[in-house]
């Protein structure tokens, strides 16, 4: 068994100094902040699911949930401003296009904090 002396008592971490430390890219805390909100609605996690399979409207995307058309379009709003889908315009149409980028940068951030906690647990084994 190794004894560990500290020379200075360990800072507590607050969310700014983790995310800092562990963060060397530059994805912003807002664009995180505004994509973890916008997954967080079971809602708008299966909207994004169902465009996984290839663009959309906004009536197609709306036929599965048991809520009116304003509604959806409120958390497309969501999603769109956090960056996760784009609307266009064709014709009368307006498909909804998935935009990978956010969720990429989100599963960057989670990965290193994955890799901690593997190196962690594994350091409590040996």
């Given at each position: 068994m190794r004894r560990v002396i500290l020379t200075r008592p360990p800072r507590p971490y607050t969310n700014h100094s983790l995310f800092n430390r562990s963060v060397h890219h530059t994805v912003s805390p807002d664009r995180l902040n505004s994509t973890f909100a916008a997954l967080a609605d079971p809602t708008r996690r299966a909207i994004l699911a169902r465009l996984a399979a290839g663009n959309a409207s906004v009536t197609k995307l709306a036929r599965?949930?048991?809520?009116?058309?304003?509604?959806?379009?409120?958390?497309?709003?969501?999603?769109?401003?956090?960056?996760?889908?784009?609307?266009?315009?064709?014709?009368?149409?307006?498909?909804?296009?998935?935009?990978?980028?956010?969720?990429?940068?989100?599963?960057?951030?989670?990965?290193?904090?994955?890799?901690?906690?593997?190196?962690?647990?594994?350091?409590?084994?040996?």
């Open positions: 599965p949930f048991d809520m009116s058309l304003p509604a959806i379009s409120k958390h497309l709003k969501v999603l769109e401003r956090a960056g996760l889908i784009t609307r266009g315009r064709e014709a009368q149409w307006r498909p909804c296009r998935l935009q990978t980028r956010p969720l990429k940068e989100a599963v960057d951030w989670l990965e290193r904090y994955r890799r901690f906690w593997d190196q962690t647990f594994d350091r409590l084994d040996a």
